[in-house]
C-alpha cells in the first residue's frame, strides 16, 4: 500500500512538472513573469493594467511602459519596437540587441522626480511615430509623453492622438506633418 501511495505521488509530481514543461516557451521573460503571451482577460472582459479611460484617454500607470496591447514593467525591463512597427515586445534590460525603439518610459511617473519622459516622433516611418524614449529634465527638441494633464507645462494638457493608426499620448498636440 505505501509503495502505491508512493508511487501515485511521484506520478502526481511527473505530471505536474510535464504541464509546466508544455506551458512554457522560448520567448522572452522577465523576472515577474512578462512574457510577451496576451494576458488572460479576466471576468467582465477588461484587463485593467492596460486599460484606457473613457473618452480613449490614457491611464496612468507608473512603472510600466505601454508595449503594443500589453505593458512592460521598467524596472528590469523595456519596450522593443521593431523599426516597421510590426512587433513590441518586453526585453530585460540585459538585452542589448533591439532592432528598433527602446522604451523605457511613456509619462513621467516612470522617471525619477524632477524628470519627464521624453521621445522623438517619426513621420518618415509609416507605422511607427514614438522613438527611443528617455528620461531628462526636459524635452528639447523632442515630444513629452504623457499620461495626465498635470504632467504637462501650465496651460498645455495631456493629449490623446491616433498618428497612422498609431495613439500617442503627448503634452500639446502633434504638429499635423508628424501624422498625416
Do not use: W
Request: with cysteine.
Amino acid at each position: 500500500m505505501r509503495s502505491l501511495l508512493g508511487l501515485l505521488s511521484l506520478l502526481s509530481l511527473l505530471s505536474a512538472l510535464g504541464a509546466l514543461t508544455a506551458c512554457s516557451s522560448s520567448s522572452t521573460v522577465s523576472a515577474n513573469g512578462q512574457d510577451g503571451s496576451v494576458p488572460e482577460i479576466p471576468e467582465g472582459g477588461v484587463d485593467s493594467r492596460d486599460a484606457g479611460a473613457e473618452g480613449g484617454a490614457a491611464v496612468s500607470d507608473p512603472g510600466r511602459v505601454q508595449c503594443g496591447d500589453r505593458s512592460c514593467p521598467i524596472a528590469d525591463n523595456y519596450c522593443c519596437v521593431d523599426f516597421t512597427g510590426g512587433t513590441a515586445r518586453c526585453v530585460f534590460d540585459s538585452v542589448s540587441s533591439c532592432d528598433g525603439f527602446r522604451q523605457k518610459c511613456d509619462e513621467a511617473d516612470d522617471c525619477p522626480s524632477g524628470s519627464v519622459c521624453c521621445s522623438g516622433i517619426s513621420a518618415a516611418l509609416p507605422t511607427r511615430f514614438v522613438q527611443n524614449t528617455a528620461c531628462q529634465t526636459s524635452c528639447f527638441s523632442a515630444y513629452q509623453l504623457c499620461k495626465k494633464d498635470a504632467e504637462c507645462s501650465p496651460g498645455t494638457l495631456c493629449v490623446t492622438q491616433q498618428c497612422r493608426g498609431v495613439t500617442v499620448h503627448v503634452c500639446g498636440e502633434l504638429p499635423a506633418e508628424a501624422c498625416d
